[in-house]
């Protein structure tokens, strides 16, 4: 990484080191699956995935969809579980 351009400002360069140090961090890291992808091994997700890319939804629908898919929901055992 090199050192402060005489033409940039503080600011900038601090976003330039901010930006490098992000992408040396995910570079190194690999992703994660969901933690429900990883509890039923046995769902093809891929299949999952395309029925619901497949339908023009608005994005309130789409997102409950992915809270129901993901186990998300606030139920009454995990707000217990949360301490809520």
């Known amino acids: 990484m090199e050192l402060q ?8 360069f601090k976003q330039r080191v901010s930006d490098t140090l992000r992408t040396m961090s995910t570079a190194a890291t690999k992703a994660r699956e969901l933690r429900n992808m ?25 997102s409950t969809w ?4 993901h186990a998300i929901l606030s139920t009454n055992v995990r707000l217990h579980r949360i301490r809520l």
């Open 5 to 12: 351009r005489q033409t940039e400002t503080g600011r900038a």
């Open 66 to 69: 992915y809270m129901v898919i």
């Open 38 to 62: 990883q509890l039923q091994l046995a769902m093809d997700w891929s299949l999952v995935w395309g029925k619901l890319d497949n339908v023009i939804l608005p994005v309130g629908v789409r």
